[in-house]
């Protein structure tokens, strides 16, 4: 377990401003608690310090997790986030995407998102911008980038693609193996 | 195919029901034909050339004296049987007599409710078949669909049919009553064909299972062992009818008879057969409502509105039983969303013991998959720490996925045997031992639980208990301010892994039982057949399939007094009696002679030794087992001294002799 090297935060953070902006400063400078990023075993990890400190007394080897995990850097230096971050991601995300009852299970099954299955988005999203998905009863089920404005999305048809999947709660049965 | 059902018919109980079996007779002999010369009217070869020993034991239990006459009315039956069993049944009289209430016994119990019982048997002597199929030809066994564990299963069941043969002559009389004499003899006339069907019948009934019998013997056991005094039979003792039920249960419900023993031991006859009984169902599916992320109320909207039947739990605040459901529960949005985690009601009880408080320190030393893990960080709002650990890597990431699921955020998970842990990291408020186990709980889970745990697995695991529980309890601090609870956890029944391992730990550590705040539950044991425990073992709970319908489980809550350790303590002054004794070798060593002068002294510290331990005792007999445990050990170290002493005077005595010898040896120089 070790902070994050300059190199590696330029890269998380560039990832984690596509979806929560600006608001990634609440992240580091919380009012409550001062929190803090941690690399253990390529994941990256937002834990509380006082609990970053209590871990630091377990072997390296056989700490598995600590606080949340937000996602794992690859082997080629690029960063992933994982589903496993979507509380913080739903909290602080700027532009928001409701989703159908009926599109629901599709989107939890790895799919993209239809026109069919927008039920809401937030004005002026442009395209290409990290979103979180919610569905109508504002449960947070992924997240994914958009593929077009909502300016544009107006005069699409049903079949046309929305959103591109980037990450579901699914994943926590399909991907329960390779996840963690 | 056609062999099956041959056997099935073949199996059938004897007497009453005989038009049945003789109506299916034409198959019987088309299946045994291959191996037989024989005509028709003698299926009874077929079975001796078989199986020798059991069909032997067969014909002495069923033949009384009277039907010989009959007997010699087959003609084509071979003449190597009649002798036999003509033999046979010439050798006793009064083992005929007992046979005779053997066979009206049979067709006692089953005269009542014949036409259900045979149903039922249509579906459930597969098993049966199978088996002799099985024994017959090896091929068929293995072509067949059974799995391992059937078929582990069912050689169980044959070893305990062929065991049941064994034993028959002995165990008829106490179930039967006396007054059958009439119905035999009427019986007998109907006809030699019938007859021969009949003992065919009777003859499968030991090798193939009757379960409806067995367990219609169950029940008459049981009502006998529970009016004793007046339904036993003269002259038979009540180990003979334990016996007699165990081999029914091992049959019926396919245990292995260490179990059946050791839950005989737990529960009186007539409870564990409800306990048996329970285990073949399963217990209602419940879920927890996940409190960081919705309330128990809202979650049950949302799942009604996708078709699940519920209904909330009325001892928890967060719980939700199902009892129907159109939907998969394990993968509903809203489970995905960790709005909730499928959670047996049982594993609620050791966190609600627990009562983990916001910004406390807390301990889940065997945490996977994390239920009970989220559901403590569930109570402390994700304040504070929580430490969860597992041994197993593979169950760390349901673990981990589970966390992550539920948002909890206040979590480290650690990967790493729970016996490190007061050394890795200690001081904490409240610890859970939600010890391995052998799962004798959790029957109806996992049904390879009755046959593939031994008394072995016991042992094991009580060892690893012990040492988790103490390293727990060394985990905690005594003086934190909100807790020092330790809360210890089974899923298993046997007095070995609850009670005595709390019971240990109260004689090593300074912790006392508290009350476990869990208002239903059965108070745990305070003595156990030959092992006898602290009298606050009776605050524990256990809980079992039959009586609160959830898993079987035990909860004990512990706290800690004080950070000392008792058995430290004792080690401590157990090395400066040493020290005291070392001294007195090196003495009696340096010095020749010792003086007398000398020698009061050593006796002297000897006796503030001793006077120390009489101290310690004083201390510590608030607990009386602590008390006879350190008069033991006092004792020892006292034997210990003796032994010392005893040295020592040899060493003296060896020294003077070398001192005569050299004063001796002295003279002669002067001589010389």
Redesign the interface.
């Known amino acids: 377990m070790r902070p994050l090297t300059e190199e590696e935060s330029k890269v998380f953070f560039e990832k984690l401003i596509k979806f929560i902006g600006k608001n990634v400063t609440l992240l580091i400078q919380r009012k409550d608690e001062p929190y803090c990023f941690r690399i253990q075993k390529n994941k990256v990890y937002y834990v509380s310090e006082e609990l970053m400190k209590r871990s630091q007394n377990i072997p390296r080897d056989s700490l598995a997790s600590l606080g949340t995990c937000f996602g794992r850097f690859t082997k080629t230096g690029k960063f992933k986030l994982n589903i496993t971050c979507l509380d913080y991601l739903a909290q602080y995300a700027k532009y928001k995407v409701w989703v159908k009852p009926t599109s629901e299970m599709s989107w939890m099954y790895g799919n993209n998102l239809l026109k069919a299955g927008l039920g809401r988005i937030t004005e002026d999203t442009p395209a290409n911008q990290g979103v979180v998905l919610f569905t109508m009863n504002d449960v947070p089920i992924g997240f994914g980038v958009t593929a077009k404005s909502t300016f544009e999305c107006r005069k699409l048809d049903p079949t046309a693609l929305v959103v591109y999947h980037y990450g579901d709660v699914g994943e926590y049965l399909r991907d329960e193996d390779t996840l963690f | 195919m056609n062999k099956k059902s041959n056997n099935t018919s073949i199996k059938k109980p004897s007497t009453p029901v005989r038009k049945l079996v003789g109506a299916k007779k034409p198959n019987v002999v088309g299946a045994v034909k291959p191996n037989n010369n024989i005509k028709k009217s003698t299926p009874i070869q077929n079975k001796p050339t078989r199986n020798n020993t059991p069909t032997k034991k067969s014909q002495k239990v069923e033949e009384p004296s009277e039907d010989e006459e009959e007997e010699e009315d087959y003609e084509d039956s071979e003449e190597e049987i009649e002798n036999k069993k003509s033999n046979l049944l010439d050798s006793d009289d009064d083992e005929e007599e007992e046979d005779d209430d053997f066979n009206r016994k049979n067709s006692g119990a089953f005269s009542d409710q014949n036409k259900k019982l045979f149903k039922m048997k249509g579906a459930e002597t597969e098993e049966g078949e199978e088996s002799e199929d099985g024994e017959d030809e090896d091929d068929e066994e293995d072509s067949g669909e059974e799995t391992n564990f059937e078929r582990k299963v069912k050689k169980a069941q044959i070893k305990a049919k062929v065991e049941k043969a064994k034993d028959d002559e002995e165990i008829k009389n106490p179930i039967l009553p006396d007054d059958v004499s009439d119905e035999t003899t009427d019986e007998e006339g109907e006809g030699e064909k019938e007859e021969g069907e009949e003992e065919e019948a009777k003859k499968d009934n030991l090798l193939g299972i009757d379960l409806p019998m067995v367990y219609q013997r169950i029940k008459d056991v049981i009502a006998t062992l529970e009016d004793f005094n007046s339904q036993r039979k003269a002259g038979i003792s009540r180990q003979v009818y334990m016996d007699r039920l165990k081999e029914d249960i091992c049959t019926y419900f396919g245990y292995s008879s260490w179990l059946v023993d050791v839950f005989l031991k737990i529960f009186n006859a007539a409870e564990a057969l409800e306990f048996f009984e329970a285990n073949e169902t399963h217990r209602p599916l419940t879920i927890r409502a996940n409190t960081l992320k919705t309330r128990r109320k809202d979650l049950a909207e ?1 799942l009604i509105a996708r078709g699940v039947h519920l209904e909330p739990i009325k001892w928890s605040q967060v719980g939700l039983t199902i009892y129907d459901t159109q939907v998969a529960i ?2 509903t ?2 489970y ?4 909730y985690i499928q959670q047996s009601a049982s594993s609620f009880l050791p966190v609600l013991a627990l009562a983990p408080q916001p910004n406390e ?1 807390v301990l889940d030393m065997c945490a996977s998959p994390g239920g009970k893990t989220t559901y403590i960080a569930a109570m402390m709002k994700n304040t504070g ?1 929580l ?1 969860a650990n597992d041994v197993n890597k593979e169950r ?6 589970n ?3 539920l ?1 909890v ?8 045997d729970g016996r490190e842990y007061p050394s ?2 200690a001081g904490f408020d409240r610890v859970l031992v939600d010890a391995p186990c052998v799962g004798l709980g959790v029957i109806s889970k996992d049904p390879q639980i009755k046959i593939s745990k031994s008394e072995q697995d016991v042992i094991t695991c009580t060892h690893t208990q012990k040492e988790l529980l103490l390293r727990a309890i060394d985990a905690v601090d005594a003086n934190s301010a909100t807790g020092g609870i330790i809360v210890y956890s089974t899923c298993s029944l046997t007095v070995e892994e609850n009670e005595a391992v709390v019971d240990y730990a109260l004689r090593n550590r300074d912790v006392i039982i508290v009350d476990t705040t869990i208002e239903f539950g059965v108070d745990g044991f305070t003595s156990f057949r030959e092992s006898r425990f602290h009298p606050s073992l009776a605050l524990t709970k256990r809980y079992y399939p039959h009586t609160h319908n959830m898993d079987g489980f035990y909860v004990a809550k512990l706290k800690k007094r004080s950070n000392t350790i008792p058995s430290e303590q004792q080690k401590q002054k157990q090395k400066k009696r040493k020290e005291v004794s070392s001294e007195e070798d090196t003495e009696s060593d340096s010095n020749t002679i010792p003086s007398e002068e000398q020698q009061k002294q050593k006796q002297k510290k000897r006796k503030e030794v001793s006077s120390e331990d009489q101290d310690t005792e004083s201390d510590s007999s608030i607990k009386k087992q602590k008390q006879s445990n350190n008069n033991t050990n006092n004792n020892n170290t006292n034997n210990n001294n003796k032994n010392n002493l005893n040295n020592s005077n040899k060493k003296n005595k060896l020294s003077k002799n070398r001192y005569v010898k050299k004063q001796v040896q002295n003279k002669s120089q002067k001589k010389k």
């Open positions: 949302a394990g993968a949005p809203e995905l969303a960790g709005q320190r720490t430490v760390i990431k349901s673990l981990v996925a966390i992550h699921r948002g955020k206040n979590c480290v998970v650690s990967n790493m890795v990291l």
